[in-house]
């Protein structure tokens, strides 16, 4: 079974860039589509980005349009999660997340992803 783990986090000062990371292990992370989510304390999960097994990206969120972008690596069996340009309100929390049994990208909502890994938290601060 498929196992994720998110890495990276950390606390950055606003305007700043971070790099976080999903490793895959169980299975071959590139057979799965993978998204990226982020959770603010005492709110919902948000979807941000998914990518699918050939690497096409797509953005659900507003908010993290052209700054943040989504990157494969299989030979590493690793997704990866760039977020440039980072605000004070970018929330704490992020995950990644893959669905079972389809790889393009279904929609970016909490129900059609199955496997989730524990988070990393991202702290936007001067």
């Known amino acids: 079974q498929l196992q994720l783990v998110e890495s990276g986090g950390n606390l950055v000062q606003p305007g700043g860039s971070l790099k976080l990371s999903c490793a895959g292990s169980g299975d071959n992370l590139d057979s799965f589509a993978i998204g990226w989510f982020r959770q603010a304390p005492g709110k919902g999960r948000e979807g941000l980005l998914c990518?699918?097994?050939?690497?096409?990206?797509?953005v659900s969120a507003d908010s993290v349009k052209g700054r943040f972008t989504a990157s494969r690596d299989n030979a590493k069996n690793s997704v990866y999660l760039q977020m440039n340009s980072l605000k004070p309100e970018d929330p704490d929390d992020y995950y990644c997340a893959a669905p079972y049994g389809t790889t393009p990208c279904p929609p970016l909502t909490y129900d059609e992803y199955d496997y989730w890994g524990q988070g990393t938290r991202v702290t936007v601060s001067s």
């Open positions: 990518i699918s097994t050939r690497g096409a990206t797509t």
